[in-house]
């Protein structure tokens, strides 16, 4: 089948991912998932998820690009990355990615600073006297 794009998105981070046929080599920014990431095995999980769950992990390659955020909004947004690409690929993918908010983008962002508050929320500290 033909190269998929899809675009996941987390924060502030954006992943430009290419999904196609192959035998599970995953490149992200030129580099291998172990070197891209180093030692987070929490996000690791994260990113593979949806492959897991779809039994994709040998069967198909994938090329992407992040950018923005830190590293984990970066992971977050190649997990939706990976999972919109999936479910292009193959429309039966989103029984399975559906249920588990896989397709869903996750909205909350930071937000915004007010004027007469120390941060978004937090007032200055009051003095009674």
Same mark, same amino acid.
């Given at each position: 089948?033909?190269?998929?794009?899809?675009?996941?998105?987390?924060?502030?981070?954006?992943?430009?991912?290419?999904?196609?046929?192959?035998?599970?080599?995953?490149?992200?920014?030129?580099?291998?998932?172990?070197?891209?990431?180093?030692?987070?095995?929490?996000? +690791?999980?994260?990113?593979?998820?949806?492959?897991?769950?779809? +039994?994709?992990?040998?069967?198909?390659?994938?090329?992407?690009?992040?950018?923005?955020?830190?590293?984990?909004?970066?992971?977050?947004?190649?997990?939706?990355?990976?999972?919109?690409?999936?479910?292009?690929?193959?429309?039966?993918?989103?029984?399975?990615?559906?249920?588990?908010?896989?397709?869903?983008?996750?909205?909350?962002?930071?937000?915004?600073?007010?004027?007469?508050?120390?941060?978004?929320?937090?007032?200055?500290?009051?003095?009674?006297?």
């Amino acid at each position: 089948m033909a190269k998929v794009y899809a675009t996941g998105k987390r924060k502030t981070a954006i992943a430009k991912v290419w999904l196609h046929s192959g035998k599970g080599k995953l490149t992200i920014n030129d580099m291998g998932l172990d070197e891209w990431l180093g030692g987070h095995e929490a996000i +690791k999980k994260k990113v593979l998820q949806p492959l897991v769950l779809t +039994k994709q992990e040998k069967s198909v390659d994938i090329t992407a690009i992040t950018f923005g955020g830190g590293y984990s909004a970066q992971a977050e947004a190649l997990r939706h990355g990976i999972s919109k690409a999936l479910n292009a690929y193959d429309i039966a993918f989103r029984a399975i990615l559906k249920p588990k908010g896989l397709l869903t983008r996750d909205s909350r962002v930071v937000e915004r600073k007010k004027y007469g508050k120390r941060k978004a929320r937090r007032s200055p500290q009051f003095s009674k006297r």
